[in-house]
């Protein structure tokens, strides 16, 4: 564990760490900056740019040395550069405990991190005094490109009891964002995160290319990209493979767009779940085009609980989307949690659309809108369906279709059949 003045864990060691980073007048956001981001994709950014190499800050990829002090030094100078600054993890394999990255920065560009090699976690699990390893924070303009972000998860699962355990405290998450703006993420892999790969909370301008998120399927709470309270985000031209959602999409995000996804194994692409705390915002404007899910345990979902929490869930396109040997493939559960609630769910289910959605199915009910009494679902439609049975023989039934308190619109083919 690396140390400042004194022994502190955590993220607030890593805080303490990242001061200098923060002493920058008034903390305030500096704005769009997307031409400057349209740049640093073309690789435009790095002309002219001071480079920060983590090893001249006494990082060393020896696979064993606890470089979280070193890597928040390196930090620190190329946010407080006045111009365009690349911080560079060169080839080899680094070894990290927790460390947030923050800002605000002082350069009108924003700033490059390359990762060339592998960043590893440490394994000590009582270092982890909150739930994230690399902290991205208060920051405005941050490329990261490359490298591989390895949680060692393996040595951590065995502490997860959140299936037993409803005040359990989550595993860190890997990558988490919080409060950025205006950030290109691009070619990065996670492999085996502690807890979620990568999460995103009161963000703007979020854009993931070209990620590779890998865990075993029976890896615990390691949800792939887990968003909320966060607008205009972009997932594309990436492959997740995790224990639980692939994507999940939770209250307060809106202006979500994700196209072109490999998902498998894992629990599939969510919205949800919803109405579990009190104060959840609305989820507006999430549209998923182009994906491929496999082996999955749900496909498409939409989920929330029973109860009197209230918001809205509208604006949600799935489209052409293929769906194989997925069970549940197409499911709105509002019952989500119970199986004898004894409250109906608050939660309101509205302009959803369902279109070209294909492949096998392993459950018999392959389309199941269990939607809530007190808010029936409302204009749901379900255009071009075309799912074949791949499950056990059935014993005396074809593959169906359950609808509970929805009244969708059919259009086109609908393979199982439509619901009355």
Known sequence: ???????????????????????????????????????????????????????????????????????????????????????????????????????????????????????????????????????????DGLVLKGGIFDGQGPAAWQYNDCKRNSACQHLPVSLKFNKVKNILVDGVTSLNSKGFHFSLTFSQNFTGVNLNISAPGNSPNTDGIHLSSSDRISISNSTIATGDDCIGIIQGATNVSITDITCGPGHGISIGSLGKYPGEKDVIGVHVR??????????????????????????IIFEDIILNNVKNPIIIDQNYGFHRATQPSSVRVSDVHFKNIRGTSVSDVAVSLECSSLNPCDRVELSNINLSYAGPPLRSKNMTSLCTNAKPIFTGTQNPPACL
């Not at 979902?301 to 604006?315: E, V, W």
Request: aromatic share 8%.
């Open 290 to 315: 182009n994906a491929t899910l496999t082996n999955t345990t749900n496909g498409l979902r939409i989920k929330s609980y029973p109860g009197n929490r209230q918001l809205h869930a509208t604006d």
């Open 1 to 139: 564990m690396a140390t400042s003045g004194g022994i502190i864990t955590g993220k607030a060691m890593a805080l303490g760490l990242a001061l200098l980073a923060c002493l920058v007048a008034g903390g305030e956001s500096r704005g769009p900056i997307y031409g400057a981001l349209r740049a640093a994709r073309r690789g435009l950014v790095d002309t002219g740019a001071t480079v920060f190499d983590v090893t001249t800050y006494d990082a060393k990829a020896d696979g064993q040395t606890d470089n979280a002090l070193a890597f928040v030094k390196a930090w620190n100078a190329a946010c407080n550069n006045s111009g365009p600054a690349k911080l560079v993890f060169p080839t080899g394999t680094f070894v990290s405990g927790p460390v947030v990255f923050q800002g605000p920065c002082q350069g009108s560009n924003p700033i490059t991190i390359e990762v060339k090699g592998t960043i590893k976690a440490s394994t000590d699990i009582t270092e982890y005094s909150e739930d994230g390893w690399f902290w991205f924070e208060l920051i």
